[in-house]
């Protein structure tokens, strides 16, 4: 059941620790079939060199497990929940990368300091509220908080950025974990001075209507 798109998450979790966005077992990614509606979701607690897409279970909108053997992310309830928000949005990941990370645990926004945030985020990327795992509960801080920036800060926790496919949520955590690091880098030479937000817009414009092919 939904062979090839096992098949691409798969191959998109194992860049997880390839760009140390992850550690041990932590993270996840899940895609949404646009035509059933779907979800292929990491299986809960298998490392990631481990994994194969085989592994890899398929959820229906409701939470139930339709295909595969393997246990689903314990995070796949706020996926869902995220899902039957944002129609817009098939692509999730959720990282534990250490300087977005390291926003989140002192429960701070990760600021426009430089160009590629404002292009890419179209604004700071925000912190959300402190909620506990397991059920809908981070899901719904994303949708609170992430829904314009397709990127939150998940207070005390690790960072979530959407997408429209599970290819782009991954580039935006990616992106996400080098501005946390460049603010970091900034901060660490005394600079904080924040790009005004009518630049931002140019910025975020310019990167999603005019920039490459």
Known sequence: MLKELREQVCKLLREL???????????????????????VIKPSG???????????PVIEPSGKKVWGEFKPSSDTA???????????????VHTHSPYATAFAAAGLPIPVLFSETAEEFGGEIPCSD????????????????GYKTHAVVLKKHGI????????????LAILAENSAYIVWLSKTLGAGEEIPSEEVQKLYYRQQNIYGQ
Not at 81 to 92: E, M, R, T
């Open 17 to 39: 620790p390839k760009f140390n966005l992850v550690c041990l077992t932590s993270g996840n990614i899940s895609a949404r079939d646009q035509q059933s509606g779907l979800v």
């Open 46 to 56: 298998v490392p990631y060199e481990e994994l194969r897409p085989e592994m890899l």
């Open 78 to 92: 706020s996926h869902l929940y995220i899902y039957s928000k944002l129609a817009d949005i098939h692509g999730i």
């Open 130 to 145: 402190f909620v506990l795992i397991g059920d809908e509960a981070i899901g719904e801080q994303v949708v609170r908080f």
């Open 160 to 171: 979530f950025t959407i997408g429209n496919s599970a290819r782009k949520a991954l580039e």
